[in-house]
């Protein structure tokens, strides 16, 4: 077997079969599948109910506060200050909601007084309640009926229809692309944060423990880095695919865990659950919502279709291994440099600051994915792996795609040059304290 | 003496403003111990690394039995290095495996020869230890098997016996002995000046980058005689100090009673004879020898004339 072969076999085989590689493969998926469906199970049950009592001296609320599951409103006939005293002697109230006479005119100085502090969702229901009423008294005033308010309601939602060069129309959805494209981002820029650190640690450790020079004794310091980098990429690419693979075993696990849970109980509480901002909806809504939400699903069916999935499967292996191995040699390079983990601050920052502006760049490019600095942010390749991988969802010419992809590849060669050099002399380098300086000394000897 | 089985030309090595070694010429001859000594700092890890092609020089060549000095050498070198270390969380014996295979070695070959190996020294119960459990003499031992697993032609050796104990010191040795017997070349990088007259055949002495001093052992000593001799005597100091007479001055002696001994220097070009005739006539000698200088002395010795004669301001 050649050198290089043997390299990448060792740090795969070590890595791989790890107590701690283990554990994050079984414990991954399990925190995803619990990220999705504790909200969830934490909204069903949240037991904690508020008791509000209400002191109404305008006299308009007093049989307009609904109580929903877990707010209750009470209208004792007293005034505020024994509310008050009621509220902080008892345990079965926990706020007094205060409001004022001239509510009509000047809606400000509405009072929740509280000795437990309510619920972010308490606020919000009471504040879209007296709003809600506020305008409908301030319509009725106006003559306007309830009837002509609810039939002037309209809702609109865009079809967008891209149109290309060759005048084939294609349906896209936006929203679906804005979710594959930072799905994406997000996993590179992981992959390439926790696998890249990964390699830095690897230098850091022959380094630290003395085997380096028995072992470029044997083969190029260069033939080393790489097959570190490659094996390393190799455990991370092992891991991706044993997480996507058990998170969805254990994502749909759950989710008939949870289903058979709930068809026992009530079969309306997930939905109520899962749909706490609908609450709100006005009922004459529903109707026109259910006919939108009929469009919207025909529509994600359509751009599920129209989305390229080869080209973004592919693009997305290409860019989760382009943008780790251009930045994985830069780790490289730093780990040769330092003695100890402690040290490597000073280096990472030029390292880490291009894949956290990329990352925040991110949100906005998928914004606008067709402006100039979208574009130039996807040809860079020390940007291009996040922002491409954002902006492919929303249709990438072909010839962006290509000139991307070269000069990602470019910009890997480039760097690893650049990271070989620096790592052939720093790997034998031991308690020097290292500067920018001598490392562009490294890059010239010969 | 055939072909050296490893020669440097004029080899430099520069690293930016400083000189790390200039224009060394050296012949190693095959089947020899060749003694690399020198200060700290003298250039010695970066010839050694010259010649394991981990750096290359700015100038010079380099020859490999008759061969210029190319990559596929490698697996006829065998190196330990002075900073050596092990993978800790790996299991010895796989470890050992790995390193051999990369020194080219085919899986089953390395196998027979480690088991062998282990065996020799003992240590085959650790084969599936973690490096962190074992000592560092333990270590030690899997680095020196290691390098010399796969049979190299040259065996470059920088200290070789730092942090063993005297029994793994004198297992080593007897091990460099017997890999000389096979027809090994070693070069031997060390401080420690008894190994060299123990073990060495050739040294070449490296100061401030450059050679200052190279032959066989036994020449160089020679060379760093100073006429001085040791005589066993019975009588008194002063009945030998009168019979030198111009052919000798005193240097030092022992202490007076009934076996003596005094060390003397021949001045003016005088013979042993000459000498051992006048001192016979009044005392009675019973053992005469040269003082010849040990490789400590003379490493003392050449660096320090060295540096008086070169490192004026």
Known sequence: ?446 | MNQPIFRAENVSKAYAGHVAIENISISVPTGSIFGLLGPNGAGKTTFIRIINQITGPDTGQLWFNGERLEEKHLGLIGYLPEERGLYKKMKVGEQALYLCQLKGLSKKVALERLKYWFQKFGIEAWWNKKVEELSKGMAQKVQFIVTVLHEPKLLILDEPFSGFDPINTNLIKSEILELKKKGTTIIFSTHNMGSVEELCDHIALINNARVILEGEVKEVRSRFRTNTYNIDFQGSVMQLSASLGTYGELIEHGPEGDHMDATVRLVNGATTNQLLGNIMRTVEVTGFREVIPSMNDIFIEAVGRYNRENMKP
């Open chain 1, 1 to 446: 077997m050649n050198k290089i072969g043997l390299i990448i076999q060792r740090e795969y085989l070590t890595r791989v079969r790890k107590k701690s590689f283990i554990v994050m493969t079984i414990l991954g998926p399990i925190l995803m599948a619990a990220l999705m469906i504790v909200p969830v199970w934490m909204a069903m049950n949240d037991e904690d109910e508020s008791n509000i009592l209400v002191i109404d001296d305008s006299f308009l609320f007093n049989e307009r506060m609904t109580d929903t599951d877990n707010i209750h409103f009470f209208f004792p006939e007293v005034g505020l200050d024994s509310a008050k005293n009621q509220m902080v002697a008892s345990d079965d109230f926990d706020a007094v909601l205060y409001i004022h006479k001239n509510i009509m005119s000047s809606p400000s100085g509405i009072q929740l007084i509280y000795d437990k502090q309510p619920g972010i969702n308490v606020i919000r229901y009471i504040e879209n309640t007296i709003e809600n009423d506020i305008e409908k008294f301030k319509l009725a005033k106006s003559g306007i009926d309830q009837a002509t308010i609810e039939a002037a309601k309209t809702n609109v939602r865009l079809v967008t229809t891209k149109l290309d060069e060759v005048g084939e129309e294609s349906k896209s959805n936006t929203e679906l692309s804005m979710v594959v494209g930072m799905f994406s981002g997000i996993l590179i820029y992981m992959f390439i944060f926790l696998y890249g650190v990964q390699v830095m640690r690897g230098v850091i450790e022959e380094k630290t423990s003395r085997i380096i020079e028995v072992i470029i004794s044997s083969v190029k310091p260069f033939e080393l880095m790489m097959g570190k980098i490659i094996g390393i990429a190799l455990v991370g690419l092992t891991q991706f695919l044993l997480w996507i693979v058990l998170s969805a075993a254990f994502v749909s696990g759950g989710k008939m865990l949870v289903e058979d849970h709930f068809s026992k109980d009530s079969p309306t509480s997930i939905e109520q659950a899962m749909n706490t901002t609908e609450q709100f909806v006005p009922e004459g809504e529903e109707a026109v919502s259910a006919e939108l939400n009929q469009e919207a699903i025909d529509e994600v069916f359509a751009s599920i279709k129209q989305i390229d999935f080869p080209v973004i499967l592919f693009s997305f292996l290409f860019y989760f291994l382009g943008g780790y191995l251009i930045y994985s040699a830069l780790f490289a390079a730093v780990g040769s440099a330092v003695d100890n983990e402690a040290d490597s601050q000073q280096f990472m920052l030029p390292i880490t600051a291009p894949i956290i502006f990329s990352f925040v760049m991110a949100q906005v490019v998928i914004n606008n994915p067709e402006s100039p600095m979208s574009f130039w942010l996807s040809m860079i390749p020390f940007t291009s792996p996040i922002i491409m991988m954002v902006r492919i969802p929303f249709g990438v010419p072909y010839w962006e795609l290509g000139l991307s992809m070269a000069l990602l590849v470019i910009g890997f060669i480039g760097t690893t040059w650049i990271a070989g050099r620096i790592y052939r002399t720093g790997i034998l380098m031991y308690g020097k304290k290292i500067s920018y300086k001598e490392l562009w000394k490294w890059l010239r000897y010969h």
